[in-house]
C-alpha cells in the first residue's frame, strides 16, 4: 500500500519534541528524566527522546532515531527503554504520527487507583480525548508494557497505565500533546467533582450523542462512547 502522508523533517521533528519535552517539564507532567516522546518522520521511522535526560532540557542532537523495529538509524544516545510502547502503537494504529508518555500527577493517581476516565462530565474530554481505560499493570521497559496498551491503540486516544502514569497518541506531535493535557484537566475535574464535592451531574444519552456526532466532524475516529448514568441504570436493571 502506498503511503501518501506528508511527514515532519528530520529538524523539524527533533524541534518539536524538545519543545513538548520542555511543556510536559514545565506543567509537572514529569520529574527529573521521566517520560518520552516521538515522532513520526517515514512509513517505518521515528525520532524519539533518549534515556537517562531531562525532557526539560532537550537539545535536538540528544535525539535517536529509529525503524519501527526498533532498530537505531541516527544519534549519539540511547533511546529510552519505554520506546517499545511507541513502537507498539505505531505498529498497531498506521493513522498515529506521534506519541507521548508522561506521569502528570493527578491522571497518574487515577491510574495507582485503577479507575479509569469514563464519566461523561465534560464536553471536551469527549469530543477530544473519550474515554480512557486503565491497562493492567507492566513491568517499565518490558515487553509487557506494548502488549499492555495493544488492546487500546485503534480503539482509544490515550490508556492510564496502571500504577506507572499516562500515554497518548496523536496524528501530529501537537494533538499528541493536547490530548495529555486534556487527560490531567479531565482527571483533575473528575477528582474534584466525584471525591471532593461528592457530586457530578453527568450529561445524559442525548448529549453525549450530539458530542459523538461533533467529534466525527473533527475527524476523530477513536475515543469510546462514555455510558450515561441513565442508560447505566437501564444496564444493572436489565441485567
Sequence with gaps: MQDNKKYNSDNQAKEMICEIGRRIYNRNYVAANDGNISVK????EIWTTPTGVSKGYMTPDMMVKMDFSGNVLAGNLKPSSEVKMHLRVYNENPEVNAVVHAHP????SFAIA???LDKPVLPEAIVLLGNVPVAPYAL???QEVPDSIAPYCNTHNAVL???HGALTWGRDL???YFRMESLEHYANILMHSTFILKKANELNTSQI??????RETMGIKAGGVPISEEDRKDNEENS
Design 114 to 116: 485503577g479507575i479509569p
Design 174 to 176: 501537537m494533538e499528541a
Design 209 to 214: 450523542a450530539d458530542l459523538i456526532k461533533i
Design 140 to 142: 517499565p521497559g518490558t
Design 105 to 108: 500527577p493527578i491522571a497518574t
Design 161 to 163: 497505565l496502571a500504577n
Design 41 to 44: 518522520v517515514g512509513p517505518n
